[in-house]
């Protein structure tokens, strides 16, 4: 036979198994079938890198990640330079932070992805946080309102209207107390508590190898923390809607629908988001890969990543939108007309020590857990320390800014006996 007619051996797609991959697994002893057989998925895994683990989708997600964190820092710095109302721009600048703390945690996250599952330490600081975002814009509706026994003046025995899509109709008949504005701050309150420690549990799981993201399994601790979590979430969304259902045309004049629907969109749809991602991959929806860089990764896994990648975008448009939801127009007018200078940076750090500290969080949960102050509503007010020190009665001071020669900014909180009792 000439060379002419002499067989060519075809091209294989790389990764692919050709006849004589067939016929070696149809020839060989069981055990050894499924080695070749491993080998051969593994090759196909290593030929197809995941996206989530290329240099383009790292700097894709850094450009948007870096983008919104110049954005919210520049925002962060404008207010802090423009500090004139302490009681309301401390909570404004503690909800900006969530974008840099979900920001550099997914992408943190995502850079590295892998066996070791990283994600879980970095997620963990990052559903911390987002229950402080809660909390503080629950107060910041507070302060806009001017404090608990303000609100109480103006909406105590307002019978509560019947709304199906506030959640309402079962209230029918009921009327607004002091026991609505407690249920509305403990709904929350809990958020804060329930979020860190169910944080805690998923360290303490992953460690003993007992929580892998996105299994559902019941001898998993992913299944029964997402179960709570979801309720502890939707109780404090709740309450929110519940406070705003009942101060909507308070809250109209600073325009709290941009920033209700913003903080909401950030903290609600992400959790939201995670969840759908893992419910497709367990339905072979989204591939779970098996290997990465040569390991196994857990269940779960690529599922976190997609969310990360996705989250990492988001902050982009999330910074542009907290940007004008909480602008710092009014705060640099009140600043122009007054004849103060401009803060110095000392003042500056100041702002930012008080902002951070958890000091508030503390001293509202034991107000309104404890049953001591269950008949009492709290009002917080900014005094100037002249010639009297304090006064007599419910009286708790606490310096709230740098004191001066002359003067000292101090911020009481008073409590008011309710008229109901609870």
Known sequence: ???????????????????????????????????????????????????????????????????????TFHQIYTHLRNYTIPKEQRYIIRILFIVPVYAFDS???????????????????????????????????????????TIMTEIRGKPIASSCFYGTCCLQGMSYSIGFLRFCKQATLQFCIVKPLMAIITIILQAFGKYHDGDFNVHSGYLYITIIYNFSVSLALYALFLFYFATMDLLRPFKPVLKFITIKAVIFLSFWQGTLLAILEKCGVIPEV????????????????????????????ASIALRYAFTC???????????????????ISSGLKETISPQDIVQDAI??????????????????????????????????GQSSRKSKNIEKRMLILSDEEL
Not at 13 to 22: N, R
Not at 331 to 339: A, C, D, I, V
Not at 376 to 383: A, G, L, V
Request: charged share 10%.
């Open 367 to 400: 107000h309104n857990f404890s049953p001591t102050y269950q008949q009492y509503t709290q009002q917080s007010m900014q005094e100037a320390e002249c010639k009297v020190p304090g006064q007599n009665g419910h009286v708790a001071t606490k310096v709230d």
């Open 107 to 149: 992408w943190l996250s995502l850079l590295l992805l892998g066996s070791h599952q990283y994600y879980v330490y970095f997620d963990s600081v990052r559903d911390c946080y987002e229950a402080f975002v809660i909390y503080s814009f629950l107060s910041l509706c507070f302060e806009y309102l001017g404090g608990e026994s």
């Open 1 to 71: 036979m000439s060379n002419a007619t002499r067989a060519v051996p075809s091209p294989m797609a790389p990764g692919t198994s050709g006849p004589g991959t067939a016929a070696r697994l149809a020839s060989a002893p069981p055990f050894s079938a499924v080695s070749l057989l491993t080998a051969a998925h593994n090759d196909s895994q290593d030929s197809q890198q995941l996206f989530l683990t290329t240099t383009a989708a790292h700097i894709i997600s850094g450009i948007f990640v870096w983008s919104a964190l110049i954005i």
């Open 329 to 347: 127009q009014v705060y640099r007018e009140k600043k122009e007309n007054s004849t103060a200078n401009l803060a110095p940076m000392q003042s």
């Open 290 to 317: 098996q290997i990465i860089d040569g390991k196994e990764v857990g269940a779960g896994t690529v599922a976190a990543g997609y969310q990360n990648f996705i989250i990492c975008i988001e902050m982009f448009f």
